[in-house]
């Protein structure tokens, strides 16, 4: 974080980053100071409404954060930000778009909890788009012109208005993490309730950490006098994420039932004090571990790993003979994950594995028109997972026939016909 200090007496010059956050009112000239070398300006948590006529000046800018300012239009001279790649506008008051304001060179665009109607077609023009955030508005639609973003690979439009989605949507030859939940359109079938759990039988000793949904930490449950078991407690927020709704997270949880790659649900609780809705989880042991890190700046919607991360091809098959047999049993109870990365999958040493979070996911119907295809794109997912785990394989030699099996497999799941990729009961039946 800078201060505004900093950048009045010249001590950021040079800065190729800048970060304020200071109940900014007006966008301060003396940025422009940095026109030559500036590449990330992020200006989130100010009281911002507009950007100056001549903004582009920054001619260097790749990445622009204004998160929860006080935008109402999206401002149009991005468009002449020839060199602008990410463009985050969360939590504003946007409900205009201008025709021409997206940015020639835009991948990754974050929109969510917005006051946004409708997507300008422009946005068919932006063909390096890869990541697309616009959960939390009020569009009753997509432009047809977006079915020519063929790079589009991660897509949120989940906690919208929308009755129906186009056909073309299903046909994207790259997308493969889609939420959609939360829209009139989308499936809601009853969820069987597990079993209540008062919140004074509960004991929460440390946070372990914080999502975007919640927050999860471990305790203790006194289920009976003289009998306690260790948990993990998370507790939703109710807000809006980058993903959806946390309600449809958490019916999406409880939804997948128990499987030996996904974590028990034991319960839900009541009687919270503050209202706030959670479950309780089995207690993920400590010794297990991220199998990757989210995608960062860069890889924009790929995963990204530690220096040096090399999987043995015994990993690499457990990880994908799990997945495949997650995927499977999601989807035969019409759940799409929607996040099926590397950095949502947890591993031991022992050859545990298991998938977590479902802020992303949709619930849908088996029988619907285009249930083959959701269940399709997740599997592209699954291929980029397995392309990720070879790009990091150990040098084994004397394994190079089962890593070509893998190959294959990947190769498979992430051609561009979604509809000839396999399912994921094909993919537990080939990995045997």
Request: charged share 20%.
């Amino acid at each position: 974080m800078n201060t505004l200090q900093q950048l009045l007496s010249g001590e950021l010059a040079g800065a190729k980053r800048v970060k304020l956050a200071c109940g900014l009112t007006e966008f301060p000239q003396e940025l422009f100071q940095l026109a030559d070398t500036l590449e990330i300006l992020d200006l989130s948590g100010n009281r911002l409404s507009d950007l100056p006529a001549d903004f582009d000046r920054l001619h260097k800018l790749k990445i622009l954060f204004c998160s929860d300012n006080l935008f109402t239009v999206f401002p149009e001279v991005l468009s002449r930000c020839s060199l602008l790649e990410m463009v985050g506008f969360k939590s504003n008051r946007i409900a205009v778009i201008p025709e021409a304001a997206f940015p020639p060179q835009l991948r990754w665009l974050i929109l969510t909890n917005n006051c946004l109607e409708k997507i300008p077609a422009a946005i068919g023009q932006c063909i390096r788009l890869q990541k697309c955030m616009l959960a939390g508005n009020r569009l009753t639609g997509l432009p047809d012109e977006m079915r020519y973003c063929h790079n589009l690979q991660l897509l949120r439009i989940s906690a919208n208005e929308m009755a129906t989605l186009p056909d073309w949507l299903f046909t994207l030859p790259r997308l493969s993490w889609l939420a959609m939940a939360g829209n009139p359109c989308c499936h809601q079938p009853a969820v069987t309730a597990p079993e209540w759990i008062h919140w004074n039988e509960l004991e929460v000793t440390h946070q372990l950490g914080e999502g975007a949904s919640g927050f999860v930490s471990t305790g203790n449950w006194h289920k009976h006098i003289q009998q306690q078991r260790e948990i993990a407690v998370k507790l939703f927020k109710g807000e809006v994420t980058s993903d959806g709704l946390p309600q449809e997270e958490m019916n999406a949880t409880v939804a997948a039932g128990t499987h030996v790659n996904l974590v028990q649900v034991l319960g839900q609780i009541s009687h919270h004090p503050d209202q706030k809705k959670g479950l309780v989880l089995n207690l993920i042991p400590a010794t297990f571990a991220n199998l990757g890190n989210p995608p960062d700046f860069d890889t924009c919607t790929r995963d990204t790993f530690a220096a040096g991360t090399a999987f043995t091809i015994d990993t690499m098959l457990a990880v994908a003979r799990a997945l495949a047999s997650v995927g499977a049993h999601l989807h035969a109870r019409g759940i799409m994950h929607g996040d099926l990365y590397a950095h949502n999958i947890l591993i031991d040493k022992a050859g545990g594995v298991l998938l977590v979070d479902y802020g992303a996911a949709t619930m849908y119907n088996r029988a619907a028109v285009h249930a083959a295809a959701i269940e399709r794109l997740e599997v592209r997912a699954y291929g980029c997972l397995l392309d990720d785990l070879l790009l990091h394989a150990a040098p084994e030699p004397a394994q190079q026939e089962r890593r070509d099996g893998l190959l294959a497999l990947r190769d498979a799941c992430m051609q561009e016909q979604v509809l000839l990729r396999p399912s994921f009961e094909t993919l537990v039946q080939q990995l045997g």
